[in-house]
């Protein structure tokens, strides 16, 4: 049943995720190996959820059920994702002084950081194969590493906040065509 | 007392819903207006209390907002405090998705959109870099992270091993090492 591989694939994500960007890795790997989206897609769910508000992992999940299932399968898929929230965290309310300073959950953590990293280093490389594609030169898009280079520039340089690097993007892609 | 209570969860499931329509660019948003509101405002809870709350949700799987409003709506107003917060902060992004999700079906194809959405993706990958060096700063203290870094992304990029699989085993191998680190410093 749709809804319930949904729920049950949110609650992994939830549990093996630890906050914003270390989720998109998560989602990217679910949503590839269900057939529930393709990489284009999560690509725009990842520009979608950075423009909208909420948590990231929260719009991922809701834009995700959304479109395999309709209205159920976005609430399935949040129910999946705020699981740990309801569980582990609330016993974690209930004993936050054992909590504040668990010694175990400092090294997993220690162990869990560096992962995350890499992951989303591997997402960069799978990103920039699928968006920088093209017809042109070197099977690549000049337009879209342009653009790229430019939203890099902005992000890292100039500091721009997301939402504003996204709508510059959007405009460069309508004005270059693709 | 049962009164006060209850007036308290409302006021809980209110703010946090309002909180909920404005947190732009993760998480921070939000605990800065946790303590605008129920630390300097109502005195409900401490400055430390809330840093505290944002450490542990922070630690915790799932969604750090979510966690932390767990954490918050349990110490003001117990359980119900809890699911209020946290139903309150995801209700409104939720509902503004599903009408984004829409419309997001209704344009997908329409030619200017897709030429829109050709230079939206060119920048998802720069996104992700300029996130991933906050974090390359946060997380990486000692080779040992460049190792597990580095092995997750080949196991990621080149393996079929899922990637819910290679985050557990980091946080064994982070357990291991921190065995190993201690017995190091005792002797």
């Known amino acids: 049943m749709l809804y319930l591989e949904l729920f049950l694939s ?14 998109i890795p998560l989602i990217n790997d679910q949503m590839l190996s269900h057939g529930w989206m393709t990489a284009q897609e999560v690509a725009d769910i990842v520009a979608i959820a950075e423009m909208t508000p909420g948590p990231l992992g929260l719009n991922c999940a809701t834009f995700a059920g959304s479109r395999t299932a309709g209205a159920l399968g976005a609430l399935s898929a949040t129910l999946g994702v705020v699981t740990p929230s ?5 016993l974690a309310a209930v004993f936050i002084t054992r909590f ?19 992951m989303i280093a591997a997402i960069v490389v799978t990103q920039c194969q699928n968006n920088y594609a093209g017809t042109l030169l070197f099977g690549v898009s000049w337009q879209a590493i342009l653009i790229g280079v430019v939203a890099l520039v902005l992000l890292l340089k100039f500091k721009w906040n997301v939402p504003k690097t996204i709508l510059v993007s959007a405009a460069l892609g309508l004005v270059l065509g693709g | ?37 129920y630390v300097e405002k109502k005195k409900w809870i401490t400055a430390e209390e809330l840093l505290d709350f944002t450490s542990v949700g922070r630690s915790l799987p799932g969604l750090m907002i979510g966690n932390a409003s767990v954490l918050f709506g349990y110490q003001a107003a117990g359980l119900a405090g809890a699911l209020a917060a946290l139903f309150g902060v995801i209700v409104p992004p939720f509902l503004i998705m599903i009408g984004v999700t829409v419309i997001y079906g209704l344009v997908k194809d329409n030619p200017y959109v897709a030429r829109a959405m050709m230079g939206v993706r060119a920048a998802v990958a720069p996104i992700i870099i300029s996130a991933l ?3 390359f700063k946060a997380g990486m203290k000692d080779a040992f992270c460049y190792v597990v870094a580095i092995a997750a992304m080949a196991l990621s990029l080149f393996t079929d091993i899922s990637n819910i699989l290679i985050v557990v085993m980091g946080a064994a191998a982070g357990l291991i090492w ?10």
């Open chain 1, 10 to 23: 949110f609650l992994l994500i939830g549990f093996t995720s630890f906050g914003g960007m270390s989720m």
């Open chain 1, 86 to 90: 309801i569980t582990v965290c609330l």
């Open chain 1, 100 to 118: 504040k300073e668990n010694r175990l959950m400092e090294h997993a953590l220690f162990g869990i950081r560096p992962v995350c990293i890499g």
């Open chain 2, 1 to 37: 007392m049962k009164k006060e209570k209850a007036a308290r969860v409302w006021d809980i499931f209110q703010n946090f819903f309002r909180f909920g329509c404005f947190t732009f660019g993760g998480g921070w948003s939000i605990v800065a207006q946790i303590q605008k509101e």
């Open chain 2, 133 to 135: 060096v906050k974090l």
């Open chain 2, 178 to 187: 921190g065995e190993v680190r201690e017995r190091r410093a005792v002797s």
